[in-house]
């Protein structure tokens, strides 16, 4: 069975002066992650495309990177990514975010302020496909 257009991109976590954990026999955590991941990428290669973050022992850590991790901004995206995953699993996970944030607001939430349409919504309702198109045609984009 192949899945046409698929890519899965595997990031086997530590790496060069970061080994993780330590077995109570020796296993480094950094080895074995790099291991099990390149396995994997051989399995699954002939389905799908098939990334490593690494593939050697050494580290990565980026400086800009973790500033970037650091903002909770970032992290609400990347949380707000597993809605990809939950598409592509069959279950709805498009809730509209907490209004209330006090740093930067979501993509969807920006929309809904700036088609004053924030009093037709509710926290943690589903966002159905005719309210999207209610902001965009709000938006003139419709």
């Known amino acids: 069975m192949s899945v046409q257009g698929l890519t899965v991109v595997l ?6 002066y970061d080994q993780g954990a330590m077995g109570p026999n020796g296993a480094n955590e950094s080895q074995v992650a790099l291991s ?18 690494r593939t050697e ?29 939950a598409s592509f699993i069959g279950v709805n996970l498009h809730f509209l975010p907490d209004l209330d ?17 924030t009093e037709h919504f509710e926290k943690n309702k589903p966002v159905t496909v005719e309210m999207l198109a209610d902001i965009l045609d709000k938006l003139g984009i419709l």
């Not at 099990?36 to 973050?53: G, P, W």
């Not at 920006?110 to 088609?115: D, F, G």
Request: aromatic content about 8%; overall charge neutral.
């Open 57 to 85: 022992d050494k580290a990565l850590t980026n400086p800009q990177e973790e500033a970037l991790l650091k903002t909770d901004d970032f992290q609400e995206r990347a949380a707000w990514a597993r809605s990809g995953i």
């Open 101 to 117: 944030y006090s740093y930067q607001e979501t993509p969807l939430v920006k929309l809904i302020r700036k088609a004053n349409l």
């Open 11 to 16: 990031d086997p976590g530590h790496g060069g």
């Open 36 to 53: 099990i991941a390149k396995k994997t990428q051989l399995y699954l290669s002939s389905t799908v495309d098939v990334y490593l973050t």
